[in-house]
Nanobody, 124 residues
Framework: VQLQASGGGLVQAGGSLRLSCAASRRTFSNYVMGWFRQAPGKEREFVAAISRSGDGITYADSVKGRLTVSRDNAKNTVYLQMNSLKPEDTAVYYC??????????????????WGQGTQVTVSS
């Protein structure tokens, strides 16, 4: 599956953005999806994951209550709604997919497919 992330940009602290990740396959609903981010000089870190049906979700503690992951299987798209953004949220955001995951995945090396990333910059 090919993934195309979009929706990044420059926003002031406290603002909002919605990221989208479109998948190329009709079997999108068979994939567990995740969002990760990587800030300059830092390792890629887990942000959120969502199950195939969308009824299972998990978040990194640093984003709970501010970021919301969702998916629309009819549109082959997963979203990341980002509210109350902080300067420390600045990073390149990546979506990821895994076909055979038995559960929600939170580790970088557990995902088989990655999008190209979209830059999110939060100014103070």
């Amino acid at each position: 599956v090919q993934l195309q992330a979009s929706g990044g940009g420059l926003v002031q602290a406290g603002g909002s953005l919605r990221l989208s990740c479109a998948a190329s396959r009709r079997t999108f609903s068979n994939y567990v999806m995740g969002w990760f981010r990587q800030a300059p000089g830092k390792e890629r870190e887990f942000v959120a994951a969502i199950s195939r049906s969308g009824d299972g979700i998990t978040y990194a503690d640093s984003v709970k209550g501010r970021l919301t992951v969702s998916r629309d299987n009819a549109k082959n798209t997963v979203y990341l709604q980002m509210n109350s953004l902080k300067p420390e949220d600045t990073a390149v955001y990546y979506c990821a997919a895994d076909l055979f995951a038995p559960a929600l995945l939170t580790m970088v090396n557990e995902y088989d497919h990655w999008g190209q990333g979209t830059q999110v910059t939060v100014s103070s």
